[in-house]
């Protein structure tokens, strides 16, 4: 199994397919598993990586912080031989992707930023992290909130299979996820931003709501906000059809 070295975590991740690189980075309710819908797809015409957050999934580290999630990209493109790739990054893997492409440009051709402002914090933004740190105190990182409310009734399987695959996680340490607001995204650092950037937000996100995400995308320089109807927190896991269209005309758009 492929592992990524950093100076104080092991990072998990796989290749599958062939073709122009696709990254997946998953939230905090998921690891690897949780691209189940997208990795077949997209592994037809691209090559597509998938992997474990620091101390989600199979990957381990020594201390967890936000700020590494970037370092940990870059970590895991050079262990996998790739130079430059799209990232499509759902919730707390936005941290990861926007992070990573104001960093270093040269290496994301094209990001997805799905349910998430990528570490973007205007006000409705920090007032929505606030409500997801109660959640997460309260209930850990569960299905219900991450998915439209009438989800669970519509497709059930489902909505347990979601549950089932974040316990699949070790648990991270108390606080942990607090460190993705000391991980902001700075206006100054984004206005440079130059990487083609689609934001997708779910009609129902009951975590960040359209009106936060809506906020976040206009300080994003060029950046295009889609909604997606009738989808809540994870229009990957609840609508992958759609979802994998809308993320391929995309990359398309961008290529062509």
């Given at each position: ?202 009609e129902h996100d009951q975590l960040f709501p359209p009106d936060a995400l809506k906020e976040a995308a206009a300080l994003i320089p060029g950046c295009r906000l889609v909604s997606f109807p009738g989808a809540g927190h994870s229009p990957y896991f609840e609508d992958a059809p759609r979802f994998n269209r809308l993320v391929e005309e995309f990359l ?5």
């Amino acid at each position: 199994m492929p592992h990524a070295k950093r100076p104080d975590a092991e990072l998990y991740f796989e290749v599958n397919g062939d073709g122009p690189p696709l990254v997946f980075a998953h939230g905090a309710g998921g690891n690897t598993l949780i691209w189940f819908q997208q990795v077949p797809h997209f592994a037809r015409t691209r090559r597509v990586v998938t992997f474990d957050h620091r101390g989600f999934g199979r990957s381990k580290c020594a201390a967890f912080h936000a700020r590494e999630f970037a370092g940990d990209l870059r970590a895991i493109l050079d262990a996998a031989g790739i130079e430059r790739a799209a990232l499509v990054c759902q919730s707390m893997g936005g941290w990861t992707g926007l992070r990573a492409a104001l960093e270093c440009p040269n290496r994301v051709s094209a990001l997805v930023l799905s349910g998430t402002p990528g570490g973007v914090l205007p006000p409705k933004v920090l007032s929505a992290f606030a409500r997801i740190g109660r959640l997460a105190a309260a209930d850990g990182i569960r299905g219900g909130p991450a998915l439209a409310p009438d989800f669970p009734a519509r497709q059930p399987a489902l909505a347990h299979l979601y549950d089932q695959i974040s316990t699949l996680n070790p648990g991270l340490p108390a606080g942990a996820l607090a460190t993705l607001g000391e991980a902001r995204v700075t206006p100054e650092e984004l206005a440079g931003h130059s990487v083609p950037t689609l934001m997708i937000s779910g009609e129902h996100d009951q975590l960040f709501p359209p009106d936060a995400l809506k906020e976040a995308a206009a300080l994003i320089p060029g950046c295009r906000l889609v909604s997606f109807p009738g989808a809540g927190h994870s229009p990957y896991f609840e609508d992958a059809p759609r979802f994998n269209r809308l993320v391929e005309e995309f990359l398309e758009e961008v290529r062509a």
